[in-house]
């Protein structure tokens, strides 16, 4: 059996050498580092795989945050709800900028942002709903949207662990995580659905105005050379980076579906299993993308599993450990212990298995079997 991985970079990186190689070497050729072709072609390709008028290229995904709550014109002291369990990039940014965040509980089943929860914590200052699309699941975009038109808000999707998911509507309609809300944000980072060899990220939107102000503060605030009409930031994605992208863009359903049929075999095996709680997903493989595979072990037993795991040579992940209302930098004397139950109940059970493009069913069997006799112990 090959080694298991958390993530198999290398494995997925052997399949595609020959066109990363040549895309590389093609920029190093050109010499165009920043802003060559390929950030241009990787651009228009994603905006067409998307259906979204413009995509923003940045360096990174927090940035890409960053820079779209910058582009709404968000002011110091205005709220942006959030999800507290979550990476912590959502709310510090949020915090950079000097805006209140309000970190609210989600959904046990989905791990998403939940909706009542977003209801209760609107206030007159509330200015914008960040749902982050954890795992690779959308949160319930339909509602959401519905409430942000209610309150008039701005929804800012991070959509740094779901590209290429789609949410289905009610109605049976579809559209692409990221390309719902007002604005989305998203990371390249290497262990991504589509990461690429270093860091890299982009801001999507369909609003031209929203479009032409982020382009702007991507570079420096400027529209025109050396007028600095806003304050802006440097955030480029560079062209090396761009060639990977657009090399791996092609694959990247192709590379879901890798990470659906693993999370599948992965469910059916566990499957009745008592104390083990499989990730909530429909036979709709499009709908859940999977960036991890992350189970609820509810024996109270989960930092013992992740130790038998580790020394059975399996790595695994817990994402996330502490919920970011009990983190130094973001606690706050208004959060209520009582209003995040789910938040702490999942810091305690979840632990994600290894997910990747490159995971072979020999390894899933192993994997399977020995989370299975840990739990029946
Ligand atoms: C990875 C990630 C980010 C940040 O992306 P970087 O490219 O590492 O800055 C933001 N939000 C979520 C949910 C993420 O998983």
């Known amino acids: 059996m090959k080694k298991i991985q958390m993530v198999d970079l290398k494995g997925q990186y052997e399949a595609i050498k020959d066109t990363v190689k040549g895309a590389i070497d093609e920029v190093l050729e050109t010499s165009a580092f920043i802003n060559g072709p390929y950030v241009h072609q990787f651009q228009k390709d994603l905006e067409s795989y998307l259906g979204i008028k413009h995509v ?13 709550m910058m582009g709404l014109g968000l002011k110091p002291g205005d709220e942006v709800i959030t ?15 000097q805006l209140t965040p309000v970190l609210v509980d989600v959904n046990a089943d989905d791990f998403n942002i939940s909706v009542e929860a977003i209801k209760k914590a609107i206030t007159p200052k509330t200015k914008a709903i960040v ?15 519905e409430i942000a038109a209610e309150h008039n808000l701005y929804v800012i999707e991070d959509n740094a662990q779901a590209i290429g998911a789609s949410y289905l509507y009610k109605d049976g309609s579809k559209k692409k995580a990221g390309a719902i ?3 989305a944000a998203t990371s390249f980072f290497p262990s991504k659905n589509l990461g690429c060899y270093g860091d890299g990220g982009a801001i999507f939107t369909n609003d031209d105005e929203l479009a032409h102000t982020l382009r702007g503060i991507v570079n420096h605030g400027m529209y025109e050379r050396y007028h600095h009409d806003v304050v802006g930031v440097n ?15 092609p694959r990247l359903d192709q590379y879901n579906e890798a990470r659906y049929r693993a999370a599948q075999k992965y469910s059916a095996a566990f499957k009745g299993q008592e104390h083990i709680i499989t990730p909530d ?8 993308v999977f960036h991890q595979y992350t189970l609820r072990i509810t024996n109270g037993k989960r930092d013992e599993l992740v130790k038998f795991l580790n020394e059975n040579g399996i790595p695994c992940g817990v994402y996330y450990p502490i919920p970011l209302h009990l983190q130094k930098a973001y606690t706050d004397s208004r ?8 938040t702490n109940q999942l810091v305690k059970e979840v632990i994600s298995l290894p997910m990747h ?7 899933i069997d192993f994997i399977t079997s020995k989370v299975i006799a840990f739990v029946n112990d």
């Open 56 to 68: 923003i290229p940045c360096a990174n995904g927090t940035d890409a945050l960053q820079i779209a």
């Open 83 to 97: 999800a507290d369990f979550t990476f912590a990039a959502t709310v510090e940014v949020i915090a950079l900028l």
């Open 131 to 145: 749902p982050v699309h954890l795992f690779g699941r959308c949160a319930n975009m339909e509602a959401i949207m």
């Open 181 to 183: 809300g007002h604005v």
């Open 235 to 249: 955030s480029r994605l560079d062209s090396m980076q761009a060639a990977v992208l657009a090399a791996k863009l």
């Open 281 to 288: 997903f429909s036979d709709n493989k499009e709908e859940h």
């Open 335 to 342: 959060y209520n212990e009582a209003d995040f139950e789910v």
């Open 357 to 363: 493009t490159e995971l072979d069913d020999e390894q």
